[in-house]
């Protein structure tokens, strides 16, 4: 019985790890990226004092797209909070 199991086989030594690329490259599937928001609101609190139930009364500013405001100077005596809104579309798989 052991004779049998330690026989040589044909095949070269490097055929196990072409295979094991060869499924790896050919059965990877392509991952999909996509937006599922469909919806983008800004409230900027310059006070720095409303609650959620008074930001849920407010009217939002909708905008599309990336939001960038660049950086600006931060002062200890003013605090801004932005509050966003995003309404995002179900995943379907």
Do not use: N
Request: hydrophobic share 40%.
């Amino acid at each position: 019985m052991w004779r049998h199991s330690l026989r040589r086989t044909s095949r070269p030594p490097w055929c196990g790890w072409l295979v094991w690329i060869a499924l790896t490259l050919f059965t990877a599937l392509p991952a999909r990226a996509q937006d599922h928001i469909v919806e983008r609101a800004l409230l900027e609190d310059r006070s720095g004092l409303q609650t959620i139930e008074s930001i849920r009364e407010e009217s939002f500013i909708p905008f599309t797209g990336v939001l960038s405001q660049g950086y600006g100077a931060a002062k200890a005596t003013h605090s801004h909070a932005r509050c966003f809104l995003l309404k995002t579309s179900p995943v379907v798989s």
